[in-house]
């Protein structure tokens, strides 16, 4: 996916507006268990309306989780040049908490990003304030059609593709 190309979807899924709203959901369930949570699941069908091709969010995620990959490495090695370890580091946050932080700043747009990328430490900007997470915005077309097989010895089941969603990866990895 061209990056100009990927800045204009995460412009149109309007992460900063949703966040506010999902974050606001996050805040009356603290009060009240029995509230509604934030409807993923809609916003997947209205984008899956708008754009119902598979290949184009597979590649769309696949994006997002190279831009995320870089942004933790500079990040990290930010905070390695700071002398930043153990506990402290990824901004004090755990594995999850560090990786909903990094997709929230992808979510918020290509200015901040690249304002992050440019200067790592803006990030803590956001370790206090990021929601959980642009990632749950975009539409899984992957997951769904994947099977699960037994294994030989009947343990765990081993998951695989199914012939459609190795025919979405075919197509995302190709961008068509």
């Known amino acids: 996916m061209a990056d100009e190309a990927f800045w204009a979807e995460v412009k149109r899924l309007n992460w900063p507006a949703i966040s506010a709203r999902v974050d606001a959901t996050y805040e009356r369930a ?14 997947h069908r209205k984008l899956l309306k708008r754009t119902p ?14 831009k995320r990959d870089a942004l933790s490495d500079r990040i990290v090695e930010w905070e390695r040049r ?4 153990g506990f402290d580091r990824w901004m004090g946050l755990g594995d999850d908490s560090f990786r909903d932080l990094t997709n929230h700043i992808i979510g918020m747009g290509r200015d901040t990003y690249e304002a992050v990328m440019a200067d790592p430490s803006k990030a803590a900007d956001f370790s206090d304030s990021y929601v959980e997470s642009f990632s749950y915005l975009i539409p899984d077309t992957i997951t ?7 294994n030989p010895r009947g343990r765990k089941k081993k998951s695989r593709p199914t012939p459609d969603a190795r025919a979405i990866l075919r197509r995302a990895m190709r961008g068509t």
Do not use: I, K, L, N
């Open 30 to 43: 603290y009060t009240d268990p029995d509230a509604p949570h934030f409807d993923f699941d809609r916003e």
């Open 144 to 150: 769904p059609v994947w099977e699960s097989e037994p």
């Open 53 to 66: 091709d598979a290949a184009y969010w597979a590649r769309f995620q696949m994006e997002v989780g190279e």
């Open 82 to 85: 700071q002398g930043v370890s």
